[in-house]
């Protein structure tokens, strides 16, 4: 997955927000984004079976028109279907998440480049500790854009991280923060807020 799909699916960018903006973007018309965005508010209540009937009394769709409907998001990669070992049947988002990720992508290479530092910084740390970065860690990385971190540092606290054997940004930003002098948190660039608010980052509780 892209690394903006990877935001979307940590929640830190609004998935239903981004599906409103650019449904059209992805190929989906009205009626089917209302259909995704309520699958998606179904999977939040852990409810990972697809259901027409979960659904159907949300629409005005009837409920044969809905099932070809959902039959079509799968047909056209918006819904993947997953069965378990004990042929239980269940849905994900995935391809739609991802969908969104490479627009949101598109996007950003006609604005400012603070996103594709986000890109590639996240890149390099997952490479380096050979692991899908957390929600919490991907917040650490939003935070060193905005604080205008120098790669040169981010990489030196790294590699000092796992030269301790501690491979976790957490700790890489712990040393960050000891080596740094202190600085105001309101002296953000203007700039990097102004993209932050434009991708709809949303820092996790």
Same mark, same amino acid.
């Given at each position: 997955?892209?690394?903006?799909?990877?935001?979307?699916?940590?929640?830190?960018?609004? =998935?239903?927000?981004?599906?409103?903006?650019?449904?059209?973007?992805?190929?989906?018309?009205?009626?089917?984004?209302?259909?995704?965005?309520?699958?998606?508010?179904?999977?939040?209540?852990?409810?990972?079976?697809?259901?027409?009937?979960?659904?159907?009394?949300?629409?005005?769709?009837?409920?044969?028109?809905?099932?070809?409907?959902?039959?079509?998001?799968?047909?056209?990669?918006?819904?993947?279907?997953? =069965?378990?070992?004990?042929?239980?049947? #269940?849905?994900?988002?995935?391809?739609?998440?991802?969908?969104?990720?490479?627009?949101?992508e598109?996007?950003?290479?006609?604005?400012?480049?603070?996103?594709?530092?986000?890109?590639?910084?996240?890149?390099?740390?997952?490479?380096?500790?050979?692991?899908?970065?957390?929600?919490s860690?991907?917040?650490?990385?939003? #935070?060193?854009?905005?604080?205008?971190?120098?790669?040169?540092?981010?990489?030196?606290?790294?590699?000092?991280?796992?030269?301790?054997? #501690?491979?976790?940004?957490?700790y890489?930003?712990?040393?960050?923060?000891?080596k740094?002098?202190?600085?105001?948190?309101?002296?953000?660039?203007?700039?990097?807020?102004?993209?932050?608010?434009?991708?709809?980052?949303?820092?996790?509780?």
């Open positions: 997955m892209n690394n903006y799909g990877k935001l979307i699916e940590s929640h830190m960018i609004s =998935f239903k927000e981004v599906l409103v903006m650019n449904y059209k973007a992805i190929g989906l018309n009205e009626t089917e984004a209302m259909v995704i965005i309520l699958l998606y508010e179904q999977k939040k209540h852990k409810n990972n079976a697809l259901s027409v009937s979960n659904i159907s009394k949300y629409v005005t769709l009837k409920e044969n028109e809905l099932s070809k409907l959902i039959v079509s998001l799968v047909e056209r990669d918006y819904i993947e279907l997953i =069965f378990e070992d004990n042929n239980e049947e #269940k849905f994900s988002l995935a391809p739609t998440i991802e969908k969104l990720g490479s627009v949101l598109s996007i950003d290479k006609n604005e400012t480049g603070v996103q594709e530092d986000i890109s590639k910084l996240i890149s390099y740390l997952e490479t380096a500790y050979q692991k899908q970065l957390s929600a860690e991907l917040v650490i990385v939003q #935070k060193w854009v905005s604080e205008n971190k120098s790669m040169k540092d981010i990489m030196n606290a790294v590699n000092e991280t796992l030269r301790l054997g #501690k491979h976790n940004v957490k890489a930003d712990a040393i960050l923060t000891s740094a002098p202190r600085e105001k948190s309101n002296n953000i660039d203007p700039e990097i807020q102004k993209v932050l608010k434009q991708i709809n980052v949303k820092h996790s509780a």
